[in-house]
């Protein structure tokens, strides 16, 4: 062992073994990793092993699909075998509306690329796994590409491949303590000290102890996991094939052959957490005993679909534990504020996922960037917010319990909440307020009559008239909106106007102006679709998404200069918004100076009442709009003001909901559905707002795009025929049979009465006119491209 290294990796497991391949693949051979017992122990060596495709997340899923190629070129490199067996796969649905979400999601499938898998009735699913019954099963998904792998032989493959490509690993070597240094880290082990310039957490379940070595408090806690493996099943002994893995959504259960009998796997909703503080540092290749008490549900679950197991004993129990995050996803990547280290933990799948993540990390670390859009597993999706006990015991359980548990996309989950309210929180939910949460933040969906409740649906909600108020009120007379969730960055000092100039693609505003501002990274693809604001007196704002706040402020301290001062004022301040043709009317009741001359996108201080505000004049409604923000403290006093002013004006209390529709009718894309870090302004769109002629972060690379053969791809609007339903996100665009594109957002434009959805579609199908066919929820939809912004196309509603 070496007294330095470039990187040190910390962890034995498939991901650590994986981040070490990776590195070492691409081109950093200077790297070790260091294991406190043997490789694979932790959850590794217990891990069921099972490898599927499919994931409702693209990104996750392309992870998966790399990792999935991936092994067999592993084994071959390291000589190791892996115990690869591809059985393909069948997930089953028992219930009308799993039956339909899966049809749905078998057309996302098809969008993100993954084209092996088919739809299939019970009786072709039991011929493909002759010991399931099919009894109260409407249909099911087969996939080409799933089956499962031997631990132990995968970990030592990536570990093997990693040491023939010039990386080491050191069995046997405890990782006591972390220092920071100035140019890295020194990793103190019981084997000596070492030196380096960057530190890789994937400790797995001791990741909560390596991170709080760093002053990290990570999202992450252990939950036990059960799985049986059965005695020989004489049904399985007459059969030439093994069965396929198969997941019985309603019974919470997934199966795969083991030899001659079966691994039964379970996820309870009854979980149990474990050492939340991390794994004591002597645990390893242990298990728990069985709580068959604590299972009974869903092992009767999975007894009554393979009737064969009950005519068997069991031959194993297995009760290990694994660590989960908040969502079930992994995190990766760099920590805000800390130098140098970097986090591959809470891959809770870790032989489906590992390769993808080692990959990742990999990028990031050498090239600046991934590849692939990282969001969904970015350790910077959550904040401090997320280091609170309670928080990660309630959302890691809530995840677990309902890992086979359907989930609807109206609906909203209790874990964690309510945690940060605006201040006029209760008064707002006095007045009918229902609320969904944007980061630590309960923000304003819609607001419904005294006992409403919203039915979860795939298809329109009960909410839906509700929400088409407010819409109207927006469009024919004011809405107030609490813009809280929006996220506010004060930028100040002696070179502000220097850094924001190279930090955004765009022009800078004039004093008392706003802009759009898209913000790129090296390789040109986006990193913010931002608002900047001067307010004319040394200080400018950077307004955007709420729930990016620390993956934002990540990216400003990167790229900091002196001279600068970067303050995230989420904490500190709110507001209200104002939309409407009666808007202006509203303002000028209350505002001291003259507004009246305050034009589209203009900006400045203002009195509103009794508030000292800074008021903005936009909205992202497409209507004549304020956004008057204050401070956290006033947000009771203005609301009361802006309410009693727009009385006589019917002011209406809306929420996001309508701003989602209205928006669309607008063409207005926001960030992670129509602007993500996998898109480029060219994509986009966006590419309009750049300032050619200046020097700014990823010019570059979008000069190549601007200047090359342009995209593939390009944002349209669609108009689609749907009747009791719209198209939400990754739904494919069809022209003549042919997948020529993917919705990125949807819903229904309540103002103009039509089903609309912005859509990434190839170049030559972009032309408004062009017809083509949607698939929404499982069903296939006429669409056509229409011009952009069906309502208003010449903007005078919110420039006049």
Request: aromatic share 10%.
């Given at each position: 062992m070496?007294?330095?290294y470039?990187?040190?990796?910390?962890?034995?497991?498939v991901?650590?073994?994986?981040v070490?391949?990776?590195?070492?693949k691409l081109?950093?051979?200077?790297?070790?990793?260091?294991?406190?017992?043997?490789?694979t122990?932790?959850?590794?060596w217990?891990?069921?092993g099972?490898?599927?495709?499919?994931n409702?997340?693209?990104?996750?899923?392309?992870?998966?699909?790399y990792?999935i190629d991936?092994?067999?070129?592993?084994?071959?490199?390291?000589g190791?075998?892996?115990?690869?067996?591809?059985t393909g796969?069948?997930?089953m649905?028992?219930?009308?509306d799993r039956?339909?979400?899966?049809q749905?999601?078998?057309?996302?499938f098809?969008s993100i690329g993954?084209?092996?898998c088919?739809?299939?009735?019970?009786e072709?699913a039991?011929?493909?796994?002759?010991?399931?019954?099919?009894?109260g099963l409407l249909?099911?998904?087969?996939?080409d590409r799933?089956?499962?792998?031997d631990?132990?032989?995968?970990?030592h493959?990536?570990?093997v491949?990693?040491r023939?490509?010039?990386?080491q690993?050191?069995?046997?070597?405890r990782?006591?303590?972390?220092n920071q240094?100035?140019?890295?880290?020194e990793?103190?082990?019981d084997?000596?000290?070492?030196?380096?310039?960057h530190?890789?957490?994937?400790?797995g379940l001791?990741a909560k102890q390596?991170?709080?070595m760093?002053?990290?408090e990570l999202p992450?806690s252990?939950l036990?996991?059960?799985?049986?493996i059965?005695d020989?099943?004489?049904?399985?002994?007459?059969l030439d094939?093994?069965?396929?893995?198969?997941v019985?959504?309603e019974g919470?259960t997934?199966?795969?052959?083991?030899?001659?009998?079966?691994?039964?796997g379970?996820y309870?909703?009854?979980?149990?957490?474990?050492?939340?503080?991390?794994?004591?540092?002597?645990y390893?290749m242990?298990l728990?005993?069985?709580?068959?008490d604590?299972i009974?549900?869903?092992?009767?679950?999975?007894?009554?679909?393979?009737?064969?197991?009950q005519?068997v004993?069991?031959?194993t129990?297995?009760?290990?534990?694994?660590?989960?995050?908040p969502?079930?996803?992994?995190?990766?990547?760099?920590v805000?504020g800390?130098?140098g280290?970097?986090?591959?933990?809470?891959?809770?799948?870790?032989?489906?996922?590992?390769?993808?993540?080692?990959?990742?990390l990999?990028?990031?670390?050498?090239?600046?960037?991934?590849?692939?859009?990282?969001w969904c597993?970015d350790?910077?999706r959550?904040?401090?917010?997320?280091q609170?006990?309670?928080?990660?015991?309630?959302?890691?359980g809530?995840?677990?319990?309902?890992r086979f548990?359907?989930?609807?996309?109206?609906e909203?989950?209790p874990?964690?909440?309510?945690?940060?309210m605006?201040?006029?929180?209760?008064?707002?939910?006095?007045?009918?307020?229902k609320w969904?949460v944007?980061w630590?933040?309960?923000?304003?969906?819609?607001?419904?009559p005294?006992?409403?409740?919203?039915?979860?649906?795939?298809?329109?909600?009960?909410?839906?008239?509700?929400?088409?108020?407010?819409?109207r009120?927006?469009r024919?007379g004011?809405?107030?909106?609490?813009?809280?969730?929006?996220?506010r960055?004060?930028?100040s000092?002696?070179?502000?106007?220097?850094w924001?100039?190279?930090?955004?693609a765009?022009?800078l505003p004039a004093?008392?102006?706003?802009?759009?501002?898209?913000?790129?990274?090296?390789t040109?693809?986006?990193k913010?679709?931002l608002?900047?604001?001067?307010w004319?007196?040394?200080?400018?704002?950077i307004?955007?998404s709420?729930?990016?706040?620390?993956?934002?402020?990540?990216?400003?301290d990167?790229?900091m200069?002196?001279g600068?001062?970067?303050?995230?004022l989420?904490?500190?301040?709110?507001?209200?918004?104002?939309?409407?043709?009666k808007?202006?009317a509203?303002?000028e009741?209350?505002?001291?100076q003259?507004?009246?001359g305050?034009g589209f996108?203009?900006?400045?201080d203002?009195?509103i009442?009794l508030?000292?505000?800074r008021?903005?004049r936009?909205?992202?409604?497409?209507?004549k709009?304020?956004?008057?923000?204050?401070?956290m403290g006033?947000?009771?006093a203005?609301r009361?003001?802006?309410?009693?002013?727009?009385a006589?004006e019917?002011i209406r209390e809306?929420?996001?909901?309508?701003?989602?529709?209205t928006?669309?009718?607008?063409?207005?894309?926001?960030?992670?559905r129509?602007?993500?870090?996998g898109?480029?302004?060219?994509?986009?769109?966006?590419?309009?707002?750049i300032?050619?002629?200046k020097?700014?972060?990823?010019k570059?690379a979008a000069l190549?795009?601007?200047?090359?053969?342009?995209?593939a791809?390009?944002?349209?609007?669609?108009e689609?025929?749907?009747t009791?339903?719209?198209?939400s996100g990754y739904?494919?665009?069809?022209?003549a049979?042919?997948?020529?594109?993917?919705?990125?957002?949807g819903?229904?434009?309540?103002?103009?009465?039509k089903?609309?959805a912005m859509?990434?579609?190839?170049?030559?199908?972009a032309t408004?006119?062009?017809?083509?066919?949607?698939?929404?929820?499982?069903?296939?939809?006429?669409?056509?491209?229409?011009?952009?912004?069906?309502y208003?196309?010449d903007?005078?509603a919110?420039?006049g």
């Open positions: 070496n007294s330095h470039r990187v040190v990796v910390i962890g034995g497991g991901v650590g073994a994986s070490l391949y990776h590195l070492a081109g950093w051979t200077d790297v070790c990793l260091i294991e406190r017992s043997v490789l122990a932790g959850s590794s217990h891990a069921a099972g490898i599927h495709a499919l409702a997340d693209p990104n996750m899923a392309a992870l998966q699909a990792t991936l092994l067999s070129q592993i084994e071959a490199e390291s190791q075998n892996i115990g690869l067996h591809m796969g069948l997930t649905a028992g219930t009308p039956w339909e979400w899966l749905s999601a078998y057309r996302v098809q993954i084209e092996d088919r739809l299939v009735t019970p072709e039991c011929a493909l796994n002759p010991i399931m019954s099919p009894d249909g099911g998904m087969w996939a799933e089956g499962y792998v631990t132990t032989g995968t970990v493959a990536y570990a491949a990693a023939k490509r010039g990386a690993y050191f069995e046997h070597t990782v006591e303590a972390l240094t100035a140019e890295g880290w990793v103190v082990t084997k000596g000290t070492i030196r380096c310039e530190v890789v957490n994937a400790a001791w390596v991170g709080r760093a002053g990290v992450v252990p036990k996991h059960h799985y049986l059965s020989t099943i004489p049904a399985l002994e007459k094939f093994e069965v396929p893995m198969t019985d959504l919470f997934y199966l795969r052959q083991d030899q001659k009998g079966v691994l039964l379970i309870e909703i009854d979980h149990e957490h474990w050492a939340m503080d991390g794994a004591p540092w002597d390893g242990e728990f005993q069985e709580q068959t604590r009974e549900h869903e092992l009767v679950c999975g007894f009554e679909r393979y009737p064969a197991l005519e004993g069991v031959k129990w297995v009760n290990g534990a694994f660590t989960f995050s969502d079930g996803n992994p995190l990766v990547g760099p805000p800390k130098r280290y970097w986090t591959a933990c809470a891959v809770m799948a870790g032989f489906l996922q590992g390769g993808g993540v080692g990959k990742t990999a990028e990031w670390m050498i090239h600046g960037e991934p590849e692939a859009d990282a597993m350790v910077a959550y904040g401090d917010f997320a609170n006990k309670r928080y990660i015991r309630e959302t890691t809530q995840f677990y319990s309902r548990v359907m989930t609807y996309p109206n909203q989950l874990a964690g909440r309510p945690l940060k605006a201040p006029a929180h209760d008064a707002m939910s006095q007045a009918g307020c969904g944007s630590d933040l309960e923000v304003p969906l819609y607001f419904a005294r006992g409403f409740e919203e039915t979860p649906t795939l298809k329109r909600s009960n909410a839906h008239e509700i929400v088409a108020e407010e819409c009120a927006i024919e004011v809405g107030l909106l609490d813009i809280t969730g929006f996220s960055y004060e930028v000092g002696p070179n502000a106007q220097v924001l100039d190279r930090l955004m765009s022009k004093p008392g102006r706003a802009r759009l501002a898209p913000m790129l990274g090296e040109g693809r986006l913010g679709d608002t900047v604001l001067n004319g007196d040394g200080t400018w704002w307004m955007g709420y729930y990016l706040r620390q993956w934002h402020m990540r990216w400003f990167d790229h200069i002196d600068v001062t970067v303050r995230d989420g904490e500190e301040v709110c507001g209200f918004g104002l939309a409407g043709p808007s202006q509203v303002i009741k209350l505002a001291e003259d507004i009246s305050l996108m203009g900006c400045g203002f009195d009442g508030v000292r505000a008021v903005a936009m909205s992202v409604t497409g209507e709009g304020y956004e008057i923000n204050c401070r006033d947000h009771v203005l009361r003001m802006l309410l009693e002013a727009g006589s019917g809306v929420g996001f909901n309508a701003l989602l529709s928006r669309l009718e607008k063409s207005f894309g926001i960030w992670s129509e602007f993500t870090q898109y480029t302004p060219g994509m986009t769109g966006m590419d309009r707002w300032d050619w002629s020097d700014f972060v990823g570059e190549a795009e601007r200047d090359g053969n342009g995209p791809q390009v944002q349209v609007t669609l689609i025929d749907a009791d339903a719209d198209a739904e494919p665009v069809w022209s049979g042919d997948k020529v594109g993917f919705v990125t957002s819903g229904y434009g309540h103002y103009i009465g089903s609309l859509a990434l579609v190839n170049r030559d199908k408004p006119g062009t017809e083509l066919t949607v698939h929404v929820v499982g069903a296939e939809r006429p669409a056509r491209v229409i011009a952009p912004s069906p208003d196309p903007g005078k919110m420039r």
